[in-house]
């Protein structure tokens, strides 16, 4: 064996034996040292056992592999660094419930476990990357018996209806953190919020933009922290950085070809003239295979009827006839379905390029996550607004399990995200879809992101935002 070889063994060695963490005595002879000499801090004195890293991981496995890399690349870190040994968690591991990726739900587990032993929780996403020693520097600013809630700064630019209107005077008073730079919570403050989240219901039964959500759930109307700014919690390089992000939209390959993506496009009569026109002009001419599906057949466009009424809200009914057209053989058979509405705005190219890392045999259902009644084990769903993408197996279980609108003008979204819970087939979430309008978006946050899709033609000129937001003609091709 070479002195390589032998190398490379001892840091593997290394690594799982901190992935397996400090035995029992270990941790209490720790535990015990701190409570020794807590009284001395004025400022914490902060190894890395003192950190519990949440990576924010999803079920799927291309995410769950994601996040695994990501722990190991953390450990080995440390490892190397000779600082301590920071408890690193994977999210989707943490309980069998979905709806752990909205945190709340999961305060309590962190508090009960890790409560008595650590002094900071830090919550990344997969991409994000960490250095474990400017981390440190961070967190040895803040005094660890204190509430503290840090990140990087995003403000809303306007009055946003995804933040239902929030701070409409001065919406750009209220911070809320960039999840891609991670962000922090002192030991004090996480426990009082899982006390809180145990004896109190939420305002809202939904989730809809979860690090607005969680920063205005800890401001608690004044009676919590505001979020503290960290300018070394970046999303792009550049000196002292403890964290930076790699990318919401990876190279995981050549895109997928278009035509296994079948393009579904849900419309009515009264906005064949003004909303299908945009689609044609925009995006349309990317698509490999493509239907409009309306309440009528116009061959102008042309559209099909699949012999459900229009509702003014819902369009349950009509979803799932296209689910099922989808598995028939009318249509070409495909890896991949993307239902959308006429007023939807979207890259193919970005999202053939997303969809590369995702295994089509897998049940998959993509886009933007949203969730119902999380905290009393409700369910999360992918808004459709923004897109939502199936693969063939979560179309085939769906349809085959019975699953089914409890009436034609129910919330189809929401109807799916219930189908594929029961089901659990788990709703994958990549921030690059959105439901509303880039002006309903952080600038700072958007500006950042290779956006996948918008939604809604409201008081916007939509032409004008595809070709600003997510026009890419080097991205085009024939395949």
């Given amino acids: 064996m070479s002195h390589h070889d032998v190398v490379n063994g001892c840091k593997l060695v290394a690594v799982l034996l901190l992935w397996l963490g400090p035995s029992a005595e270990d941790s209490h002879t720790g535990r015990a040292h701190a409570a020794e000499h807590q009284e001395h801090a004025v400022h914490s004195s902060v190894g890395l056992e003192k950190v519990v890293l949440v990576i924010q991981s999803q079920r799927n496995s291309y995410h769950a592999r994601r996040g695994v890399q990501r722990k190991v690349e953390i450990l080995q870190q440390a ?9 690193v968690l994977l999210l989707h591991e943490l309980s069998e419930y979905e709806g752990v990726w ?13 409560g008595q032993s650590a002094s900071w929780f830090f919550f990344i996403e997969e991409g994000t990357r960490v250095t474990l ?7 040895h600013r803040y005094q660890v018996h204190e509430e503290w809630f840090l990140g990087k700064r995003l403000h809303d630019d306007e ?7 929030a701070f409409s005077e001065e919406p750009s008073s209220f911070g809320y953190p960039d999840p891609a730079a991670g962000w922090a919570l002192s030991t004090p403050l996480l426990q009082r919020l899982a006390e809180r989240i145990q004896r109190e219901h939420l305002k809202s039964d939904f989730t809809i933009d979860l690090k607005h959500e969680i920063a205005l759930y800890i401001w ?7 979020l503290t700014a960290v300018p070394e919690f970046c999303t792009e390089p550049r000196d002292n950085c403890a964290t930076t992000f790699t990318t919401y939209l990876p190279n995981c390959g050549d895109p997928v070809s278009k035509k296994e993506i079948f393009v579904a496009v849900k419309t009515c009569q009264k906005f064949h003239s003004e909303r299908v026109p945009v689609v044609k002009a925009t995006w349309e001419k990317d698509a490999g295979l493509l239907e409009y599906y309306s309440d009528v057949a116009d ?6 009827s ?5 509702t003014e809200r819902g369009h349950c009914g009509k979803t799932f006839a296209i689910l099922r057209r989808f598995l028939s053989k009318a249509v070409p058979k495909t890896d991949w379905l993307l239902i959308v509405d006429d007023d939807t705005l979207i890259s193919l190219p970005r999202l053939r390029q997303l969809l590369r890392c995702y295994d089509p045999k897998e049940a998959v259902s993509l886009g933007e996550r949203y969730g119902y009644s999380l905290v009393q084990k409700g369910y999360s769903y992918t808004t459709g607004g923004g897109g939502m993408v199936l693969s063939r197996p979560a179309v085939s279980r769906l349809i085959s399990s019975g699953c089914s609108c409890y009436s034609d003008d129910a919330p189809d979204d929401m109807v799916l995200g219930r189908c594929f819970t029961s089901l659990r087939v788990p709703i994958t979430h990549s921030p690059l879809f959105h439901q509303a309008r880039p002006d309903d978006y952080s600038v700072t946050l958007i500006s950042m992101q290779q956006a996948i899709s918008f939604h809604k033609h409201w ?12 026009q890419d003609p080097h991205l085009r091709d024939e395949l």
């Fill in 159 to 165: 009055a946003s209806i995804i933040h239902h209107y």
């Fill in 102 to 114: 909205s945190i709340l739900p999961v305060l309590p587990h962190l508090s009960a476990t890790y």
């Fill in 220 to 226: 608690e109307e004044g009676n919590g922290p505001q």
């Fill in 299 to 304: 061959a102008s466009i042309p559209t099909i």
């Fill in 133 to 139: 020693a400017a981390l440190l520097q961070v967190l």
């Fill in 459 to 470: 008081n916007i000129d939509p032409m004008a935002v595809y070709k600003h937001w997510l």
């Fill in 79 to 87: 490892a190397d660094l000779g600082q301590g040994v920071p408890v």
């Fill in 306 to 310: 699949l012999g459900v009424p229009n």
